[in-house]
């Protein structure tokens, strides 16, 4: 299908590896210009070139922590005007909320949660303005299924949702659309070292716990990000603007409820 958005430039948050960088991909085989932010330069021009070698896109990698006022200024000197903006960030650690301070929430909150505020505020009105703009806020599964050793992503992160609710709604008629996809488990880097490092804590064998994990999916997998990736193009498209206000999971099955 051809999404109808070749020509259009989107930055994307994270776009260096995981499901970020499995976005870029998807858009810019799309035709679209991607800028890519992420902290780790090297890690960053290799995505970049792997990704245009692949597809002929113009890739542009901008080093920069978006959870900072700093990061996110330079973000958008290279890019200022954005038809699609893709926002993601790192989940903070898992822990017990009797030993989380304030600095420690607020970080999640600058990270999961302000920065994609801030990015939304400085690239909208644009949007609004060319009468085209696309908002995806990849966020966690945990949103819909929290679970209290991720609290600090749990809140953050709904608090996003909530901003972004009420948003969408108010922007539609102008052919902007904002929407949340919240990833269940999917083979990244991330899944992986989380896996490591639980196993460690309880003495167990990574492998196993692998394997109890994808027991508990009912696709009997965890996800490849090209599937995610795929998803946050489609909802980036022009064939996607009636498509606004959702929180949209992929999670295998996982989540037992309706809604």
Known sequence: MDLGISGR?????????????????????????????????????SAADEIADET?????PISADVATEAGRAAL??????????????????????????????MKAIDA???????LIQATLDGMIERRFGRVVNITSH??????????????????????????ARDVARHNVTLNNVLPGQFDTDRLRSNHAR????????????RERSMAQIPARRFGDPAEFGDM??????????????????????????LL
């Open 198 to 209: 639980f196993a460690q804590a309880s003495d167990g064998d990574v492998e196993t716990l």
């Open 76 to 105: 958008l000197a290279a890019c200022p005007a954005p038809d699609i903006l893709v926002n993601n960030a790192g989940g903070p650690p898992p822990g017990d909320f009797r030993a989380w301070s304030r600095d420690d929430w």
């Open 232 to 257: 946050c193009a489609f909802l980036c498209g022009a064939r996607a603007g009636y498509v606004t206000g959702q929180n949209i999971l992929l999670d295998g099955g996982q989540f037992p409820g």
């Open 112 to 118: 999961n949660m302000l920065s994609a505020i801030f």
């Open 9 to 45: 430039t989107a930055i994307v948050c994270g776009g260096s590896a995981g499901l970020g960088r499995a976005t870029a991909l998807a858009l810019a085989r799309e035709g679209v210009r991607v800028v890519i932010a992420a902290r780790d330069p090297e890690r960053l021009r």
């Open 142 to 167: 945990m949103v819909k299924q929290p679970a209290a050793i991720l609290g600090l992503s749990n809140g953050a992160r709904a608090g996003l949702t909530g901003f972004v609710g009420g948003l």
């Open 56 to 60: 002929g896109a113009e890739i542009l």
